[in-house]
């Protein structure tokens, strides 16, 4: 995986009429990681409103952690 000063240093490679490009895939990628994050939020939501699925969780942890 690159790290952000090679990245850095491959984009300042680039011609500048690429920049454009490069900054529609950056909203891309920023609106995938808000999608996977909204619907990760939506998972949680959903499996806290499963009223036995939580009471379950509860009693897991408390066998575990204690209450």
């Known amino acids: ?14 011609p500048t009429h690429y920049l454009e ?3 529609d895939f950056v ?5 995938i990681a808000r999608n996977d994050y909204a ?3 939506a998972e949680y939501q959903a499996m806290a409103a499963d009223a ?7 009693e897991w942890c408390h066998a575990y952690i204690g209450p």
């Open 1 to 14: 995986m690159a790290d952000r000063t090679e990245l850095f240093n491959e984009i300042d490679k680039l």
């Open 21 to 23: 490009k490069l900054h």
């Open 27 to 31: 909203f891309y990628l920023q609106q």
């Open 39 to 41: 619907e990760e939020i």
């Open 52 to 58: 036995e699925r939580e009471q379950e969780a509860c």
